[in-house]
């Protein structure tokens, strides 16, 4: 069964001068009438699933998480790559392109709210008694007609000319449907505008860790290079004394060995180095210059700013994406409120002002106008419960969004309190590690001291050289980790979008 419609009778009137300006106040009065009642939920923010605090908040971490990326990274070479990624990574432009589309959605869902008002000339033609030329004259539809009526003896042809402006079926938002459809719509585009936030600050985040990598990786290589270099060098001198015959050939053996793994390390991280730039361009969305990719060490490429040792839930309610979260949840309330005015009746307005003439010259003549006001109620008797369901569903979708906010909020506190945790525990490996390289250098150096005056055969020297090439490496490891935390607690309490 349709809704019951009930649209009174279309009045017209010829000649008229006063009733127009009657009819534009009632008009301003019904669009007065609009957005009286707003049906929508009554929004507040919910609480937020995990402790008020974590770890010790010394200092403001807002400060912090409002300090823009091109203050916070100090090397000149890294901030060119970033600035270059934001430029033309596909990933970042597709976000911003998300945000372009759903302006636009906005603005199409934002123009319900208004009346279309569109302006029309028409000419009607029909051939029939005198009666039926006059209906055509008190057609109210504004639109070009064309009504056959019965031919007559004489088969006169009669014309109306019509002009006129005005709008159809505009919807007097009495129930907030409209309003709460454009407030979903703004919250859609908010939520768009900080996944691109999110999206921007992840890859500054991306590309710094894989120019870090790529600076860890060079060194690496270095690494492996001294390493073959020396070993390669006492094969020679080894090979030498092996054709005097004062050199064993296990020996010889085992310093190629040692020589041989040192290639294949040395191949390895060449490899690695050309994957690395592979990556680092991807990000960047083109070619990255030779004269801004890093050398091969890994100092600090962070600002001096004391990176904060804890952190407010409050302060992570604004990292990007757990306001992207709020705002598709805001967005889930506010359509919980169209659809409950879709149990309400609807009232839309159709209103045109002109003048129509039976003669082309007389059409702008005086006593020549028209207007037509037709207002139309719909009221929802029997739907077979499609609008229940649809409440029902939007209901559903909101606890929906519920959950996964709060999953969101969860998320980033776990993603803070682990770089937290990592923080607290990476200075203590770095000093340790550092201390392991020196005493590994000294063993080394002291079992081929050693081995050259005859002492010890050289199986102590390689597994003394073993051991610091495995300590050299993990030192990489360990500043690439620690350099890599601190751009990742920037990342993960929100900043870098500025």
Known sequence: MDNLMMKPSTQTLLGTAKLPIKLLALMTLSLGLSSCIDLAPFYTRPASPVPATLGTVESDPKAFTDLPWQSFISDEKLRQVVDLALKNNRDLQVAALTIERSRALYQVQRADLFPTIAASVTETASKGMASAANNTAGNTSGATTGTAGSSNSSGNISHIYRATVGFSAYELDLFGRIRNLNQQ???????????????????????????????????????????????????????????????????????????????????????????????????????????????????????????????????????????????????????????????????????????????????????????????????????????RANLTSAEKNRDILLAQYEKTVQTAFREVADVLVQREGLQAQLDAQQSLTAAANAAFQLADARFKNGVDNYLVVLDAQRTLYTAEQSLVTLQLSDAASQLTLYKVMGGGWH
């Open 185 to 387: 719509a703004l919250q859609t585009f908010y939520a768009n505008e900080d996944n691109r936030h999110s999206t921007q600050i992840s890859l500054i985040a991306e590309v710094a860790t894989a120019w870090l990598t790529l600076a860890a990786d060079k060194k690496r290589l270095a690494i492996a290079e001294q390493t073959q270099q020396s070993q390669q060098a006492t094969y020679d001198i080894n090979q030498k004394m092996f054709e005097l015959g004062v050199a064993n050939a296990l020996t010889l053996k085992q310093l190629q060995t040692s020589v041989d793994s040192a290639r294949v390390a040395v191949a390895t991280y060449n490899m690695q180095i050309k994957q690395d730039i592979n990556s680092l361009n991807l990000l960047a969305g083109s070619m990255v210059p030779d004269q801004w990719l890093p050398a091969g060490n890994l100092s600090s490429v962070v600002a001096t700013t004391a990176l904060p040792a804890g952190v407010s839930s409050q302060t992570l309610q604004q990292r990007p994406d757990v306001r992207a979260a709020e705002h598709l949840l805001e967005g889930a309330n506010a359509n919980i409120g169209a659809l409950r005015a879709a149990f309400f009746p609807t009232i839309s307005l159709t209103t045109t002002v002109g003048s129509a003439s039976t003669e082309l010259s007389g059409l702008f003549a005086k006593n020549s106008g028209i207007w037509t006001f037709v207002p139309q109620i719909s009221v929802p008797l029997f739907n077979a419960g499609r609008n």
